[in-house]
């Protein structure tokens, strides 16, 4: 199954993307990672993309496609995947379909997660990072023992500067920029499946599934 999963920061997409992994044993390949091991082991797309990353540049799409296109010609490809915070732009998304003419795929099901605003802003301004070990806590749903100190370490904990509400609306407001376009796009080809991401973690993926007819 090929799949690509959409959803704003906070959705809980990183979670239903590791139970999905799971449950259809296809690999779940985030940009992000592929980067990452593309500039690690110096491959010649890795290292075009290190001259923009060592600037503080984006990595232009040409790159960021090359990279996919090499990732999901990998044997463990073959029964399908999990694309996930790729494409983000029409144009990414017009070149991955381009991509998968040329491998003879098709996409199955593109889900998108989708959690009401104000939901988002309050899980996420309510997290708490510990500054010593990096734990994480939220003032209502998962509160340390003792306000502003760290369970695990006693170091104290803090809001990170990403998590600030006035942060949280402006990257929420740029991911629905961004992505309304693809959804309307995904939508006209049929393959949009919109799946509530409100509710018990376990239902949530019951809902996927249910889409997924998986
Ligand atoms: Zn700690």
Do not use: W
Not at 61 to 70: A, Q, S, T
Not at 94 to 121: F, N, Q, Y
Not at 150 to 173: H, I, K, M, S, W
């Amino acid at each position: 199954m090929r799949l690509i999963l959409l959803g704003p920061p906070g959705a809980g997409k990183g979670t239903q993307a590791k139970f999905l992994v799971e449950r259809l044993q296809i690999p779940q390949i985030s940009t992000g990672d592929m980067l990452r091991a593309a500039v690690k082991d110096g491959t010649p797309l890795g290292r075009d993309a290190k001259q923009y990353m060592d600037r503080g540049a984006l990595v232009p799409d040409e790159i960021i496609i090359g990279l996919v296109r090499e990732r999901l010609q990998r044997p463990d490809c073959a029964r399908g995947y999990i694309l996930d915070g790729f494409p983000r732009t029409v144009t990414q998304a017009e070149a991955l379909g381009k991509t998968l003419e040329a491998l003879h795929a098709s996409l199955d099901h593109v889900v998108s997660l989708e959690v009401p605003t104000e939901d988002l802003v309050l899980r996420i301004a309510g997290r708490r990072t510990c500054r010593n070990c990096g734990a994480m806590y939220h003032v209502r749903f998962s509160p340390s023992q003792t306000d502003g100190r760290c369970d695990a370490c006693g170091g104290p904990t803090y809001q990170r500067e990403d998590d600030r509400e006035e942060t949280v609306r402006r990257r929420l407001a740029v991911y629905a920029d961004q992505t309304a376009p693809l959804i309307s796009l995904y939508e006209a080809q049929g393959l949009l499946r919109r799946v509530p991401g409100t509710g018990e973690i376990g239902e949530i993926f019951h809902r996927i599934t249910t889409a997924l007819g998986a």
